[in-house]
């Protein structure tokens, strides 16, 4: 019959009351017929899914209200996946098994009930042969003994689910079996409904209640669309199992345990369920993801894409307040003639409630000593200096890369790798995503009880698109468990989500993990997982914990929005942690406390409300190449003992310090670059009443005993062959090789009680001093520096401190160079275009002057004052404003020794023509190359070059016929 014949509605309405298999005879008259019958999709496709009693929505439980893109395949799939318990005939026939193909034919429909001729189940199965149908009539079915499946049956139950009740316990000794539509109770003398050792059992449709069903390889089970209410299933060394479209409610243990690992001698269905299990796998159907995940993800991408626009008119600024992230503060560019290269220095807008002041010991008057006789600047002597070891440092001040359309993007890239990417670039994750072993579980939810699903024991799991909810944990895998998770959510637990421990390791990879109310994930001793491209968010607690030394590989994940650290790492843990966006947490970023250690890699941490980076209590971790930018407090805290190599960051834009260091700590702080932050770009503290509101305990307070043992973590250690050797250990705290700039206050501040290194650094643009030492009763060695164009002065030392300063650069700075209250001694220094005294003694300093280079732009170039002693020796001291007096010295000169300088000065008319000294042999300080500056630098000696005492000041373009324009003293 030709289809043209009538309107194509009407043989829509025709085709709605055909039965399945008229539908499947339709289909094959002709391609337009096909299409036709192919077109019924959304009324009598999806009438005959949703009205077949042996299964439910495809989409349920997860996901009931959500319609699958097609109904006809999803109940193809159904009716293909009903029937894998069959597949045993068909390999028994293909070894010539004629008998039981002819059997199978001619199966036998068998009725149990009250008014048939069987009136319990056991009658029923004394007369069944293999692959018979035995329908259950509605009704409750007791049976006092157990119940023993001798031969292949299809057990169905008439009606809707919960018509028909067995109070039973099956025990199942043929090849396979196959139960529908039934509610499974225990009998009176035994927790178990069903177990087999063999045989594969097929559930579908079911509910178990109070009851355990038992599967003990080379037995397997394939569970479809079943509730177990307060009941388990159990698996014992099963090579291949599978659990879809389950509910487990209310389990009082675990809902599914699996243990041991899956015996070589398979059974007939394992090779059925591999290819029922990888034909639904979320990696190969994509689209098939929780939409729970994919909305949150959606909203992560979206509220990223904000993050990197900024705000700029005709001033360069902070980053612009959006609807997603609090509003930061401003900083903008102003001309100034003192600073080299650049020409300008930062000037911060104050934000409202956010600006801190601080208080300090100058003046107006002294803060800006160059502001008098600014209009004779042709009268000054002019020095080139920009040339020296530290110079490209000082070109890279700027971490933002400026767009030509005035929005600025931050120097790494915000989009996160997505699973597909980890795997194509990660063998090693891309095996175990393809990994199909175990028990596999698929979009089932789990809710509402005490356990989800349990490893141990080389037992293997494979968990996708599955949800657990309002449980005390969902999954735990200790004893060498490999577990494989794919977009799960996993939310609600009163304990921790995902815990791993002894060996257990695996991927974890795009799941959605929050609101729960310990660590997202727990990894303890000695597991080691493989942790991609998760979100982990609103946890009452951390985002991951790493304890005991426990491992792993965290990388690509969205960490956000938790109420202590979204990673935290203590007692040993030892993870690799790269290429992760952790961000708005309420505590610190990362934490690692109590002997952690692990290596920080790579990540953007930002918006914490702590501490980017919490380093205490012996924390030694390897934090490198990340961006921690825009914290409400610290951008790194390096605590009381805290320790490990801080290297190659970019450490910008946070309301607190750039990096925060108590003095008893020893971190080795390398080749970062700290700007812009609200107060210090490096502060050491000595003692805990200096920190103010800096809380002990950033990472937070978890609690790290589960409920099996109570374990001394401290007395659980690598050996020492296997303890971290990443990096040396240094002795003395050492900050080198770092880029400060543009902070709010002074680049770095010193209020130590123990020795500290600082050597090699661009101290640059600070609203403050470049470093201030306000307390060292130990030695501060600051040697080979660039300070420069800061606010204040280069280098301020207060009473009772005792610095060395040698081979540093100090050049440009709005007050003096170096000032000076405490002990100790200035050697070798270059001390040059500083716009108040090049050097200043005060009270009862008493330094060592030797050496150094020294010139004011507008005022003395030393001036030694009130108490101060000390020896100025075999200095070079230029002039620099025409009629002011080089050195000023106090009537102390008994206890102040000057003798053997040089003094350089020039006539006025040679002044006038412009004529620039040029600093050679040595060249200009420091005497380091910033450029070549490896990463991974472990030395921790004074990187102090030889030099020589020999300056000469020579014309840059020749000399004049007057001879020379300077004195030459012997």
């Known amino acids: 019959m030709e289809i043209s014949g009538l309107p194509l509605e009407l043989w829509r309405l025709i085709l709605a009351y055909l039965p399945l298999p008229d539908l499947g005879r339709c289909c094959v008259v002709c391609r337009a017929w096909y299409e036709l019958i192919i077109s019924l999709d959304n009324t009598r496709w999806r009438q005959l899914c949703l009205g077949c009693n042996e299964c439910k929505h495809p989409n349920w439980p997860n996901e009931p209200d959500v319609e699958p893109q097609s109904w006809r395949e999803a109940f193809r799939q159904h009716h293909l996946a009903s029937k894998i318990w069959t597949k045993n005939a068909q390999d028994m026939e293909s070894s010539n098994c004629l008998h039981l193909f002819r059997r199978k034919k001619d199966r036998k429909t068998i009725y149990v009930g009250a008014t048939n001729e069987h009136p319990n189940l056991r009658s029923a199965l004394a007369v069944a042969n293999m692959y018979d149908k035995i329908f259950v009539c509605p009704g ?68 178990v209640e109070n009851g355990q069903v038992h599967i003990h390889a080379p037995g397997t089970c394939h569970v479809k669309f079943c509730t177990f209410n307060q009941s388990s299933i159990n ?207 698929q979009k089932c939810l789990f809710r509402d009880g005490k356990g989800g699903v349990f490893i141990c024991s080389h037992g293997q799991a494979r968990l996708e698109c599955n949800v657990f909810r309002n449980l005390s944990y969902a999954v735990r895998g200790i004893q060498n468990a490999k577990i494989i998770m794919i977009k799960n959510e996993i939310s609600h637990c009163k304990a921790s989500g995902i815990f791993l421990r002894l060996e257990a390791g695996g991927l974890i990879a795009d799941n959605n993990i929050h609101s729960n109310s310990e660590a997202g994930i727990d990894i303890r001793k000695g597991a080691n997982p493989l942790i991609l491209c998760n979100q982990i968010h609103s946890g009452h607690r951390s985002g991951i914990v790493v304890l005991g030394n426990g491992k792993g590989i965290i990388r690509s994940n969205r960490i956000y929005g938790n109420k202590e650290a979204g990673i935290y790492i203590l007692y040993n843990g030892n993870p690799v942690v790269s290429g992760n966006h952790i961000y708005q947490g309420l505590a610190a970023g990362v934490a690692v406390n109590e002997n952690g250690r692990g290596q920080i890699l790579e990540n953007i941490i930002r918006e914490n409300h702590w501490g980017g980076a919490d380093i205490r209590r012996g924390g030694d971790p390897i934090l490198r190449n990340n961006l921690i930018c825009y ?25 607190g310090c750039g990096v925060w260091v108590m003095s008893s700590s020893l971190p080795h702080i390398a080749n970062n670059q700290i700007s ?110 660039s300070i420069t164009c800061n606010s204040v002065g280069g280098v301020l030392v207060e009473a009772g401190c005792k ?22 001694s200035v050697l070798e220094n270059d001390i040059l275009g500083n716009h108040g005294y090049g050097l200043q003694l005060l009270e009862n300093a008493d330094m060592k002057v030797t050496k150094n280079r020294i010139q004011s732009l507008h005022d003395y170039g030393i001036a030694i004052l009130d108490q101060a002693k000390g020896s100025v020796q075999e200095n070079q001291i230029f002039r620099g404003k025409l009629g002011k007096t080089i050195l000023e010295k106090t009537a102390n000169l008994e206890e102040c020794t000057v003798q053997s300088n040089e003094i350089l000065t ?65």
């Open 140 to 207: 409750v079915y007791e049976e006092q003994n157990e119940v023993i499946l001798k031969v292949p049956v299809e057990i169905i139950g008439l009606g809707k689910l919960g018509d028909v009740a067995l109070l039973i316990s099956f025990d199942q000794h043929c090849p396979t079996a196959r139960l529908c539509n039934l509610v499974l109770m225990p009998a009176w003398f035994t927790p178990v409904v069903y177990k087999t050792f063999s045989g594969h059992i097929q559930l579908d449709n079911c509910n």
């Open 631 to 655: 914290g409400y407090s610290d951008g790194v805290v390096i605590g009381e003992r805290g320790k490990g190599l801080i290297e190659g960051n970019n450490i910008y834009g946070n309301k």
């Open 235 to 441: 698996f014992q060394n099963v090579s291949l199992s599978l659990i879809e479209n389950s509910e487990f409610i209310g389990s009082e243990g675990t809902s599914v345990s699996v243990a041991g690992s899956g015996l070589t001698d398979r059974n007939w269905a394992c090779k059925h369920l591999a290819v029922a299990a990888k034909s639904k796998s979320v990696l190969n159907s994509p689209g098939q993801a929780l939409s729970s995940t994919c909305n949150s993800r959606n909203h992560c991408q979206s509220s990223l894409s904000k993050f990197g626009a900024f705000e700029s008119n005709e001033n360069m600024t902070g980053a612009r307040q959006t609807s997603s992230f609090p509003p930061k503060f401003q900083v903008s560019h102003t001309k100034d003639d003192h600073c080299n290269r650049e020409g300008c220095v930062l000037k911060r807008k104050p934000c409202e409630g956010a600006r801190v002041t601080l208080d300090t010991d100058y003046s107006d008057t002294e803060m800006s000593t160059s502001s008098e006789n600014e209009d004779d600047e042709q009268s000054v002597y002019k020095l080139s200096y920009q040339s020296h070891g530290l110079s490209r440092m000082l070109s890279r001040t700027n971490p933002l890369r400026l767009q030509k359309k005035g929005t600025d993007l931050l120097p790494m890239d915000l989009e996160l790798n997505t699973l597909q990417k980890e795997l194509q670039k990660d063998k090693n994750a891309q095996i175990l995503a393809s990994t199909l072993l175990g028990c596999l579980i």
């Open 676 to 785: 812009r932050n609200n107060i210090y770009g490096v502060a050491v503290f000595c003692r805990k009443d200096d920190t103010n509101d800096y809380l002990n305990n950033q990472g937070g307070n978890e609690n790290f005993n589960d409920e099996w043992e109570i374990v001394n973590w401290e007395n659980d250690f690598d050996s020492d062959e296997e303890r971290y050797t990443s990096h040396k250990p240094i002795t003395v705290a050492l900050i080198e090789f770092n880029n400060i700039n543009h902070n709010g206050a002074a680049g770095l501040y010193i209020k130590s009680s123990e020795t500290l290194n600082i050597s090699a650094n661009a101290v640059h643009a600070n609203h403050d001093n470049g470093i201030a030492v306000y307390q060292s009763s130990q030695f501060t060695h600051i040697t080979n520096n």
């Open 803 to 824: 610095v060395e300063l040698r081979g540093n650069g100090i050049y440009d700075n709005n007050s003096h160079g170096v000032t000076s209250k405490g002990e100790g």
């Open 906 to 970: 020039c006539n006025k008319s040679s002044c006038r023509s412009g004529i620039v000294w040029k600093l050679d042999n040595p060249p200009s300080r420091p005497h380091v190359d910033g450029s070549t500056r490896p990463l991974s630098m472990a030395q921790t000696n004074q990187r102090v070059a030889s030099m020589t005492t020999r300056i000469a000041a020579r014309v840059e373009r020749g000399c004049h016929d007057n001879g020379s324009i300077f004195c030459s003293i012997l």
